[in-house]
């Protein structure tokens, strides 16, 4: 099973990242958290990897729903975007957000996963005219 949604970008990593805050912006989506993996554990263990930045990204009143249907449904959220550098491009991930619905096995949650997945979509698509 996938559970990602992903696009790739010819710009540089620095400028992937600009466009994915704006881009999210563009569909409701704030940045709750941000976690330089690659400083991370260049700190923490001494080890050197590719550019490499996780986002939390959350839709406030998809969150409420989401919430509403399923107090347990925070383990999940925010919905988690990862930006990386892969080779020469940089890569944009999103966890589909159907993984809510697939793991908890609540009906209640299809038609939020529904509209998240429509907004990711419409953010990861919007990335594509960058480069």
Known sequence: ????????CSTDFATTVAAVR??????????LTEI????????KLGH???????LGACNPPLA???L?????????????VVVRADGDRAAVQALDPGVMVTLTGLPALQDIADEATHRLDAALN?????G
């Open 126 to 130: 919007a990335l594509e005219s960058v």
């Open 68 to 80: 509403d249907a399923d107090r347990a449904i925070g383990l999940l959220l925010p919905c988690n």
């Open 22 to 31: 704006d881009a999210l912006a563009a569909q409701g989506f704030g940045i």
């Open 1 to 8: 099973m996938r559970y990602d949604r992903t696009v790739h």
């Open 64 to 66: 409420r729903q989401a």
């Open 48 to 54: 050197d990897m590719e550019d490499y930045l996780i």
């Open 36 to 43: 330089n993996v690659t400083v991370t554990l260049k700190a």
